[in-house]
């Protein structure tokens, strides 16, 4: 289909997903993505979101098809699994990860199952962000792999006049090699098998700092009692709000970016620490595994001894890797996530 064809279709998109209640990766992949198909401009791009004080889950099961049908759409565009099924157009639901297919609660329930389920018989396109989730959704004929991005602010190198040890100082930090938990925050990013891990490499290898960031959360005050228990407490420093340009600058300060989740759907943080040129820690046969690629160092997370060889070697390999590592990210970015949904609503037209 001709670009012109697809310019003369107006899609809805579900631009909920860009706040709250949704997790921080869902609310940062709708919004790039959203910002890339608008700058783009291949398609109509109508952003749709319910009013203040609105019942999300009833303006999607009843407003958004009304909607649909009120602004003539040719499509519904949306970015998690919970879609207008019953919309009088076209539809594309978008899964992100099947956690109770590795042993993951969370996201887990009779309703995460139920929408993945109804999205195999009632949408007409199944995005999902890697090969590991369409294996886990059985490759059928409707489902469509679109990687998410990496923005251009991750780089091996800081923009000309920002110097990245500042942030030492703004947050407090020391001159040991820091280990970044980016976002570790909920019981199944698995910090705990990174405690394990660190303190093992502590008992006989480098000194390091263990940085988390993210909103403090009942898990994280879990963990950080275990780090305690394991004599960590003065080793780790938790930074509850850090904005992308100093979230970029701790990835290319960081000598480690440990990613053990048992289940992730595509794992940014996986593709912005290669893109900043950080070694990465992460399980085999993962997403996130699959996002790193050959730049990955893989680890066993219920070993801490596989958890510490891995992080000694990351951080002996730290300088090495600055210059190796980006190329593994260079193909993910959000034009060329935005050009596989135009290519998807193409096959719709």
């Known amino acids: 289909m001709g670009a012109d064809t697809l310019a003369c279709m107006r899609v809805g998109f579900d631009a909920s997903a860009c706040s709250r209640p949704h997790s921080p990766g869902v609310r940062r992949v709708a919004s790039r993505l959203l910002e890339a198909l608008e700058g783009r401009g291949a398609l109509e791009v109508v952003r749709l979101s319910p009013g203040p004080g609105d019942n999300l889950r009833r303006w999607r099961r009843k407003v958004l098809p009304r909607l649909a049908t009120d602004l003539d759409l040719d499509g519904l565009h949306s970015f998690t699994s919970s879609f207008p099924w019953r919309a009088r157009t076209k539809r594309v639901q978008t899964v992100h990860e099947l956690p109770w297919k590795h042993g993951e609660p969370e996201n887990a329930t009779w309703r995460h199952k139920l929408w993945v389920e109804l999205g195999s018989r009632r949408a007409h ?20 792999v679109v990687p998410w991005g990496v923005a251009p602010i991750f780089r091996p190198e800081p923009r000309p006049g ?40 502590l008992d006989d290898g480098p000194r390091v700092e263990l940085v988390v960031t993210g909103e403090a959360t009942p898990d994280l005050r879990r963990d950080l009692a275990l780090a305690s228990k394991l004599g960590l407490a003065s080793r780790i420093s938790t930074l509850e709000s850090v904005s992308d340009d100093d979230l970029a600058g701790l ?94 609503w193409s096959e719709l037209a």
């Not at 999902?128 to 059928?140: K, M, Q």
């Not at 500042?166 to 019981?187: E, W």
């Open 125 to 144: 396109r199944v995005l999902c962000p890697s090969r590991h989730v369409a294996r886990d959704l059985g490759e059928g004929p409707r489902v469509r």
């Open 251 to 344: 990835y290319r300060l960081a000598s480690a970016v440990p990613l053990l989740s048992r289940s992730e759907g595509f794992c940014l943080p996986a593709a912005e620490a290669l893109a900043s040129g950080t070694p990465v820690l992460v399980p085999a046969g993962t997403a996130q595994a699959e996002v790193a690629g050959a730049g990955a160092i893989l680890v066993d997370p219920d070993d801490a001894d596989s958890v510490a060889v891995g992080l000694r070697r990351a951080i002996e390999g730290r300088e090495r890797a600055r210059f190796d590592l980006p190329r593994h990210a260079a193909s993910y970015t959000w034009q060329h996530a935005a050009e596989e949904i135009e290519r998807i």
């Open 162 to 201: 920002t110097i990245d040890e500042v942030l030492l100082k703004t947050y407090r930090l020391g001159s040991d090699p820091i280990v970044l938990c980016p976002g570790a925050v909920r019981r199944k990013k698995n910090l705990a098998a990174v405690l394990h891990g660190v303190r093992r490499l």
